[in-house]
């Protein structure tokens, strides 16, 4: 037997392969944490996710984020045809939900819940005649589910839990009916009943911003030394050093002092700073990926959140409008709907529609707007001119409808609005003095000069036989 062989045989230590010495110590020595520090990560538990909640400002920022978006909906109810329903004892509720919440506080607390849980609560008896007047979120650490315990072929609602079971502060509890009970949850792809919260994979992260405050409220309180205040003076022999009553001194000296205070002494000192920047342990920047991981989990836009670089108001604009289209109104249906199928209102054909566009943010930039339109009536214009497109194509396109048009009623419509416009101006003045001459030369007869009047010029026939003088009669002497 080898030496190695009999080390591990006599004192049941493992040999090392990786010839690392402090890996044997570990073994040998039970307290070599206490030496070395502790070298395994440190994960925080994830079972208790309001504690989490409740001490983690990162991880409240976020979901608080969420539940207020999708708490400033306005509910409004459709009924089978898609008509706007305005009474019924759904918007009685909605109007008064509990003695304590408005609706939108029901809608905050339930998305609280469901961010931390990903499963949410909600009494709500049902009363005579189906209908239901209370509304009350529950804590969903305080609910207990009590399955039949069926298997597959169990799919009904009522075949897969039995009752609920809530839990009062004083220990207490009290069963609730199925048909009493609201139960949303947010799907993990795997578990029909109690889904696995997004908190469980968001545990690497959460611990790490813990870790990070811990370190820097060590590195706060419990900084240590500041730093070596040595002698350097020296003789032939060495240097000379510092008596106990010097170092004594210069201490008392140093606690003495205030800020601004200067210092003078003899003695030949040498500084040796002991500290150690914080942001060379990059505890900022781990900060910040972490809180980005919550960001993503929840489906939100780091935009919408305090930083150091900050945000343009077009990036803000643009990612709050982006999270409500792409997280906020979905979920906040799918909330809805939930209700809706469990109150059984879904199966009579009601809808409960989530609506934003009252909000600013949700609203149509009329500027930006108005900007794109001028664009393009611009565009479709040189386009119509060139011959690009027809008429009736650019007509199609900005919704306008065109008349027919009668030649013979545009034709005469034009020859009214010239003759309008003739009337009165020079040109006009200068015509019926033309036709006067052509008259008195014989050149056209007086009927034709005002029949030109009356249909050329649109005037009244009595007017025109006015404005035209009679023919003179050639005399003798004219003839010679």
């Known amino acids: 037997m080898d030496l190695i062989s009999f080390w591990e045989k006599f004192f049941g230590v493992e040999f090392n392969p990786n010839q690392r010495y402090i890996d044997q110590i570990k073994r040998l020595m039970p307290y070599q944490s206490q030496l070395w520090g502790k070298k395994e990560a440190v994960w925080i538990d994830t079972n208790n996710a309001w504690e989490l909640y409740i001490e983690i400002p990162e991880l409240r920022a976020v979901i608080e984020k969420r539940a207020s978006m999708m708490s400033a909906n306005k509910p409004r109810l459709y009924d089978e045809n898609g008509d706007v329903v305005q009474s019924h004892w759904l918007l009685d509720m909605i109007s008064k939900p509990n003695a304590k919440q408005s609706w939108s506080d029901v809608v905050f607390t339930l998305s609280v819940q469901d961010a931390l849980y990903s499963n949410a609560f909600a ?14 979120p529950l804590p969903t650490n305080k609910v207990q589910i009590h399955l039949t315990g069926k298997r597959l072929k169990a799919m009904a609602e009522d075949d897969l839990i039995k009752k609920y079971t809530f839990k009062y502060d004083d220990n207490t509890t009290e069963d609730i009916d199925l048909r009493d009970m609201i139960y949303l949850t947010t799907d993990d792809g795997v578990n029909l009943i109690r889904p696995i919260s997004r908190i469980e994979s968001l545990k690497y992260p959460l611990s790490n911003i813990k870790a990070s405050y811990h370190k820097r409220n060590v590195l706060l309180e419990n900084i240590g030394a500041i730093g070596i205040l040595s002698a350097k003076n020296s003789d032939i022999g060495g240097a000379i050093v510092m008596t106990p009553e010097e170092k004594k001194a210069l201490q008392k000296d140093w606690y003495n002092r205030q800020k601004d205070d200067l210092i003078i002494t003899e003695a030949d000192l040498n500084w040796t700073p002991m500290s150690f920047p914080t942001r060379d342990l990059m505890l900022f920047e781990e900060l910040n990926a972490d809180k980005l991981a919550l ?21 803000v604009r643009d990612s709050v409008r982006m999270v409500y289209t792409d997280t906020i109104i979905p979920e906040t249906q799918q909330m809805y709907d939930t209700i809706m199928h469990q109150f059984g209102l879904a199966q009579k054909g009601y809808y409960l529609k989530a609506e934003f566009d009252h909000l600013p943010v949700m609203q149509h930039d009329e500027k930006l707007a108005s900007e794109a339109e001028k664009i393009k009536v611009d565009t479709y214009s040189v386009m119509l001119r060139d011959g690009v497109i027809s008429k009736e194509q650019y007509a199609t396109e900005f919704g306008i409808e065109l008349q027919p048009i009668d030649k013979a009623q545009a034709q005469s419509e034009g020859l009214i609005n010239a003759q309008t416009q003739l009337r009165g101006t020079i040109g006009g003045l200068d015509g019926i003095i033309t036709l006067n001459n052509a008259v008195g030369a014989g050149q056209i007869t007086r009927e034709v000069a005002i029949a030109t009047l009356v249909n050329y010029y649109g005037y009244e026939p009595t007017i025109a036989n006015q404005l035209v003088t009679q023919p003179t009669q050639p005399t003798q002497q004219n003839i010679q």
């Open 295 to 315: 960001i993503d989990a929840f489906g939100l836009n780091a935009n919408i959140f305090s930083s150091e670089k900050g945000a343009t108001y077009t990036n």
């Open 123 to 136: 009494y709500a008896p049902l009363r005579a005649f189906d209908i239901r007047n209370l509304f009350v």
